[in-house]
T-cell receptor, first 110, second 114 residues
Framework: EDKVVQSPLSLVVHEGDTVTLNCSYEVTNFRSLLWYKQEKKAPTFLFMLTSSGIEKKSGRLSSILDKKELFSILNITATQTGDSAVYLCAVGAAGNKLTFGGGTRVLVKP | DSGVTQTPKHLITATGQRVTLRCSPRSGDLSVYWYQQSLDQGLQFLIQ???????AKGNILERFSAQQFPDLHSELNLSSLELGDSALYFC?????????????FGSGTQLSVL
């Protein structure tokens, strides 16, 4: 059975701190890894990664994939209160399966 | 706004009842997904449709069924409801339903079974 595990479960930081979120996976026939941000309701797309070692960057957020060690990290630098959310990692595999991890809840305090 | 529309936003019903959740995908998207999110389970994949046909099935209970209509909107039917079915139900859409596409999520239907 495909498995996606995120860590930590939750964390509390202060504005300006840097956070690193982890996502490890065990899936058959990996296709892609996606990061989503969920604030109040609908998850919103952040990144999609398909190749190892290539960093994707958007403003203060960046992510990288290691297909050999089967994990990805999401970094948020200079955190702001608006970064408070649940961050979800999802892995796409053959057979159109997309498996989500349990998420990491991030709280950024002023 | 993702462009995916879900109705209703909230639904309160009793055990044993049947409800229908509705989803309109983003314009141009052919594939629709249904997910269930409860506090202790995270986002659980239920079922995927592509252009009216079922494409993939996840942990969907036999009491639940779904379909995608010719106009590409989708409905998720939940019957013989139990307390444990209380959750946030999301619909998402993508262009072709491939696993290397990003999903666009609707705002969800919050189902409360009392």
């Amino acid at each position: 059975e495909d498995k996606v595990v995120q860590s930590p479960l939750s964390l509390v930081v202060h504005e300006g701190d840097t956070v690193t979120l982890n996502c490890s996976y065990e899936v058959t026939n990996f296709r892609s890894l996606l990061w989503y941000k969920q604030e109040k309701k609908a998850p919103t797309f952040l990144f999609m990664l398909t190749s190892s070692g290539i960093e994707k960057k958007s403003g203060r957020l960046s992510s990288i994939l290691d297909k050999k060690e089967l994990f990805s990290i999401l970094n948020i630098t200079a955190t702001q209160t608006g970064d408070s959310a649940v961050y979800l990692c999802a892995v796409g595999a053959a057979g159109n399966k997309l498996t989500f991890g349990g998420g990491t809840r991030v709280l950024v305090k002023p | 706004d993702s462009g995916v529309t879900q109705t209703p936003k909230h639904l309160i019903t009793a055990t044993g009842q049947r409800v229908t959740l509705r989803c309109s995908p983003r314009s141009g998207d052919l594939s629709v997904y249904w997910y269930q999110q409860s506090l202790d389970q995270g986002l659980q994949f239920l079922i995927q449709y592509y252009n009216g046909e079922e494409r993939a099935k996840g942990n969907i209970l036999e009491r639940f069924s779904a379909q995608q209509f010719p106009d590409l909107h989708s409905e998720l039917n939940l019957s013989s409801l139990e307390l444990g079915d209380s959750a946030l139900y999301f619909c998402a859409s993508s262009a072709q339903g491939a696993t290397n596409e990003k999903l666009f999520f609707g705002s969800g239907t919050q189902l409360s079974v009392l």
